[in-house]
């Protein structure tokens, strides 16, 4: 087992198979289809041009490097996150306000929420396998494999 000591930014706890990225994500772009209003597809990522274009995100760990887009993304978020079709847990190299702020959101209005962790996401994609399950802890910021 190895671990790894990241920032906590929301806590909570998430476990589920990595999905690795080093392009920022556009959340935004990538769950605002009108594939996404199919209940079978509304976890699925629909940025064309983005390398999880077709995944689904939901119960997955996403390690990415930074979110873009528009001002819609915490929208987007608290979306997924309510509808239960969110990622389990997020690690990101340096969290904005427009990634947390849907999750905030959820917890706050609906309960759901998920955890956030900041970690270099180029450290971590060097050790662990992509589909490798990991395990989140957003009280202490550990990420274990």
Same mark, same amino acid.
């Given at each position: 087992?190895?671990? #790894?000591?990241?920032?906590?930014?929301?806590?909570?706890?998430?476990?589920?198979?990595?999905?690795?990225?080093?392009?920022?994500?556009?959340?935004?772009?990538?769950?605002?289809?009108?594939?996404?209003?199919?209940?079978?597809?509304?976890?699925?990522?629909?940025?064309?041009?983005?390398?999880?274009?077709?995944?689904?995100?939901?119960?997955?760990?996403?390690? #990415?490097?930074?979110?873009?887009?528009?001002?819609?993304?915490?929208?987007?978020?608290?979306?997924?996150?309510?509808?239960?079709?969110?990622?389990?847990?997020?690690?990101?190299?340096?969290?904005?306000?427009?990634?947390?702020?849907?999750?905030?959101?959820?917890?706050?209005?609906?309960?759901?929420?998920?955890?956030?962790?900041?970690?270099?996401?180029?450290?971590?994609?060097?050790?662990?396998?992509?589909?490798?399950?990991?395990?989140?802890?957003?009280?202490?910021?550990?990420?274990?494999?």
């Amino acid at each position: 087992m190895m671990q #790894f000591q990241g920032r906590t930014v929301l806590s909570g706890r998430g476990r589920g198979p990595a999905l690795f990225t080093d392009q920022a994500v556009n959340f935004t772009a990538a769950f605002t289809k009108a594939g996404n209003l199919l209940p079978w597809k509304r976890g699925q990522f629909h940025d064309r041009h983005h390398p999880w274009f077709g995944e689904q995100v939901r119960g997955k760990v996403l390690v #990415f490097p930074a979110c873009i887009g528009s001002t819609h993304t915490g929208l987007v978020i608290l979306d997924l996150v309510r509808m239960e079709e969110g990622p389990a847990a997020l690690i990101v190299d340096r969290a904005d306000s427009l990634l947390v702020s849907g999750i905030v959101l959820s917890a706050v209005w609906y309960g759901p929420s998920i955890t956030v962790v900041e970690y270099s996401t180029a450290e971590l994609r060097e050790a662990v396998l992509a589909g490798q399950l990991l395990d989140v802890d957003g009280d202490t910021g550990i990420i274990t494999f």
